[in-house]
């Protein structure tokens, strides 16, 4: 590292500090509001931090599964929900990272034919930029005025922006794979597509799939706070047993979203290694 970057860094840290400062003082941040109402409320949930509860707090109808099973239950819905978003953005990633890539739809036409992959080009960046600009959570807020409560209204609204960020995140890796296999498929009369599904693709598969699980990572948490809408994840049951102070339940759940996440990255990470080599 050159003297002369150290000290463009180090602008950008004190750069980003001050903006910091600036912006907690403009909005009048104090720590103290956090402790000037509810302490009780606020001792009596983290107390219970060390104790969850194993079994309801409350009464329940008979019948209804035991606390554990009904955490697990979520646990796995919100591993549905993520995975069926990530599986759709992995393949609206693909092909809008296909349409997306300067060095293929603007490098790879001539003629009349470059002029219309250059227009759907930048209709295709414009339209990663919007729909990845939108947060999954307010995308949910749209589709739930919308259409209700719907599972699939749900998977789109994580889906959507998702598929946006890989959209972008894959075109720039298809931009930035070496060209050498693709220009010799292209010397004996390669197609565009299938330099891309059978070239450039397979180059760039370790870090599509590396990106591909730390997006499904987040989703697990995107898919968890959709329970705050109504949609039967984790999120639903952590909602509810707060309302109704049952602050053990909570931590319940809690801790179950805690071990959900901390699994799931722990086993995309030894499989991000294993691609890696």
Known sequence: MTRNNTGQRRVIIITLGIAGIWAATTLKLNPS???????AIIQDFFSRA????LDYESQVPSGTDPLLVKAL????????????ATGLSLIGGLVFGFLGSSSLMIGSFRGGTKYVSVFLYATVRLLMTLIRSIHELLWAVLFLA???????????????????ILAKIFSELIDE??????????????????????VLIPQAIPDLLAYGFYRF??????????????YPTLGFYIAASFENLNYGEVWSYLYTL????????????Q??????G
């Open 146 to 164: 919308a259409f209700g409560i719907s599972e699939l209204a749900a998977v789109l609204a994580l889906a959507l922006p998702c598929t946006g």
């Open 73 to 84: 239950g979520a646990a796995w819905q919100t591993i549905l929900f993520a995975a069926a």
């Open 217 to 230: 990572e987040c989703l697990l948490r995107s898919s968890a706070v959709l329970g705050f809408f109504g």
């Open 50 to 53: 060390l104790s969850p509860a």
């Open 271 to 276: 499989l991000r290694a294993a691609l890696k």
């Open 177 to 198: 794979t070496p060209r050498s296999a693709a220009h010799a498929i292209q010397g004996i009369g390669g197609s565009t597509i299938q330099v891309y599904f059978f």
């Open 258 to 269: 805690f071990l959900m996440v901390a699994i799931v990255e722990l086993w995309s990470s």
């Open 33 to 39: 509001d956090l402790l000037t109402s509810n302490t």
